[in-house]
């Protein structure tokens, strides 16, 4: 079946833009991770759904940063007034439930602020 | 807090021969999982192998396979028999078996491996 897909492939945006991110999950998979990956910050989490339980945020960065899951399938990752420091490749998995473990990585929304 | 460590920024590997990819961890925890992902340029992760902590047995898929050592908190993976295909970035990543934690991924550096024809 199809795979985890992600929207746009590539983002170019204005420092103080807001840019919206979007992740199409495995058909499904109840839970949903973001990852973020930057030349400083390696690989890092910022957020985690897992079905109708109210979401893990620990990972995000800042109060820019919000995320939202509707109907238990499509999330956006949503960051206000863009920095530089946004820059990154952002990283979209899924995974079935908790007894599956392995996690579906999409191919990544690389964001670019100047 | 557990962390994930991959000494190893580069290594190099000549077609057909093998290579062993380093990686420790650090964790208070018994039970946990852990992981190989490769990234190839397309940006695409892919899972290579995985690794259940209460299992003595190393894991193996096909050309990979893993060294665990539970008591040194070490998981190298070694690929036989290096393809140009293998030529990728690879994370070794951690993972509590703690419900609450939620199954998120703690990744190390990662190691951009590259084969030599």
């Known amino acids: 079946g199809a795979g985890v897909s992600q929207s746009p492939s590539n983002k170019v945006t204005e420092k103080g833009k807001d840019v919206e991110l979007r992740c199409d999950p495995i058909s499904g998979h109840t839970a949903l991770y973001w990852y973020r990956q930057s030349l400083g910050q390696g690989l890092e989490f910022l957020i985690y759904?897992?079905?109708?339980?109210?979401?893990?945020k620990s990972g995000l960065p800042s109060d820019r940063f919000s995320a939202e899951r509707t109907g238990g399938s499509v999330s956006t990752l949503t960051i206000q007034r863009t920095q530089q420091e946004d820059s990154a490749v952002y990283l979209c998995a899924s995974r079935h439930d908790w007894t599956r473990d392995t996690q579906y990585f999409g191919p990544g929304t690389r964001l670019t602020v100047l | 807090a557990q962390t994930v460590t991959q000494s190893q920024p580069e290594m190099s590997v000549q077609e057909a021969e093998t290579v062993t990819l380093s990686c420790t961890y650090d964790t208070s925890e018994s039970d946990y999982y852990l992981f190989w992902y490769k990234q190839p340029p397309s940006r695409q992760m892919i899972l290579v192998i995985r690794q259940e902590a209460y299992k003595q047995q190393n894991a193996t898929e096909n050309r990979f396979s893993v060294n665990f050592q539970k008591a040194a908190k070490s998981f190298s993976l070694k690929i036989s028999d290096s393809q140009l295909g293998d030529a990728a970035m690879y994370f070794c990543a951690y993972r509590s078996a703690v419900y609450n934690q939620g199954g998120k991924l703690i990744f190390g550096q990662g190691t951009e491996l590259s084969v030599k024809p």
């Open positions: 759904f897992q079905g109708n339980s109210a979401p893990d």
